[in-house]
């Protein structure tokens, strides 16, 4: 009984054929974000999110908003816990947008 439980086990291989690859990303959702804050001045989140229905693109949206608030170009306001968060820019003009890219 020993032996066969300290006898090492093949590996297990997983097939990842029915994982869809992630078409998402947080570089182009960078420009598309920072254009329509830009444009608008101020906005929510719900309406930066307004018609997209596939749940990574809001997170990949999300992470867009953090990163331009990382980066100081925008402000983020949250009245009460659960309620609207306002996105509004900070006047920035330059093109340039640092983008972190994370693989992983």
Do not use: C
């Amino acid at each position: 009984a020993f032996l066969r439980a300290a006898a090492q086990k093949p590996p297990t291989v997983i097939g990842l054929e029915h994982v869809a690859p992630i078409r998402a990303s947080v570089a182009e959702a960078l420009v598309l974000v920072s254009e329509q804050v830009r444009i608008d001045g101020r906005i929510t989140f719900r309406k930066l999110i307004a018609g997209i229905t596939d749940r990574i693109e809001i997170v990949v949206r999300f992470l867009a908003i953090l990163e331009l608030f990382k980066q100081g170009r925008v402000d983020l306001d949250q009245a009460m816990r659960f309620g609207e968060i306002e996105v509004t820019w900070l006047g920035i003009q330059d093109d340039e947008i640092a983008i972190d890219n994370y693989e992983g």
